[in-house]
C-alpha cells in the first residue's frame, strides 16, 4: 500500500509537536504496560494497522504477555486484566467511539475509583493522542517499518 502523503515531511513542526506530546506522555503516571494496552485497543478500534504494528512490537518489547495482546480485542471476556486496565480500556473504547454514546456517568465513576483526577487527566490526553495518530496513519495510508 503506498502512502498518500507524508506529514513528517509535510509539517515537520507539527509532527514534532506530536513527538514532543508522546514524550511528556512517556514521563506520566501511568503505567507503560496499561500506556501500551490503550494505545492498541484503540488503534484496533480505528483499524490502524501501522500503530498496531508499533505499539504491539513495543508491549512485547516491554515483556508484556502475547496471551494478553490477543485477548485485549475482548478483554471484557478476559481473564487477563486488572481492574484497573478493565476501567482504562472501557474509557478507552467511549472517548475513541465518543461519538455515539459519550462517556457514561458509570465508566468515569469507575475510573474515579482506580486512578487520581490527575492520571485520569493523563490517560485522556493519551487516548486523545493515540486517536490522532491513528487518524492521521489512516488517512494518509501510513506504512509502518521498525527500522
Known amino acids: 500500500m503506498k502512502s498518500r502523503i507524508t506529514i513528517k515531511e509535510l509539517e515537520p513542526k507539527s509532527y514534532e509537536i506530536l513527538l514532543e506530546m508522546e514524550r511528556y506522555l512517556a514521563k506520566s503516571e501511568l503505567p507503560s504496560s496499561l500506556k501500551e494496552l490503550v494505545k492498541i485497543r484503540a488503534s484496533q478500534i480505528n483499524k490502524c494497522a501501522y500503530c498496531l504494528e508499533m505499539h504491539t512490537l513495543a508491549a512485547r518489547n516491554r515483556g508484556e504477555e502475547e496471551q494478553r495482546i490477543y485477548a485485549l480485542s475482548?478483554?471484557?471476556?478476559?481473564?487477563?486484566?486488572?481492574?484497573?486496565?478493565?476501567?482504562?480500556?472501557?474509557?478507552?473504547?467511549?472517548?475513541?467511539?465518543?461519538?455515539?454514546?459519550?462517556?457514561?456517568?458509570?465508566?468515569?465513576?469507575?475510573?474515579?475509583?482506580?486512578?487520581?483526577?490527575?492520571?485520569?487527566?493523563?490517560?485522556?490526553?493519551?487516548?486523545?493522542?493515540?486517536?490522532?495518530?491513528?487518524?492521521?496513519?489512516?488517512?494518509?495510508?501510513?506504512?509502518?517499518?521498525?527500522?
Open 74 to 147: 475482548a478483554w471484557e471476556e478476559s481473564p487477563h486484566f486488572s481492574p484497573q486496565e478493565r476501567a482504562a480500556l472501557a474509557y478507552t473504547e467511549e472517548v475513541t467511539l465518543i461519538s455515539q454514546n459519550g462517556v457514561r456517568e458509570v465508566t468515569y465513576n469507575r475510573l474515579k475509583e482506580l486512578f487520581s483526577e490527575r492520571q485520569i487527566a493523563q490517560l485522556t490526553i493519551l487516548i486523545g493522542q493515540i486517536n490522532f495518530w491513528n487518524r492521521i496513519n489512516v488517512a494518509t495510508k501510513q506504512n509502518y517499518s521498525a527500522d
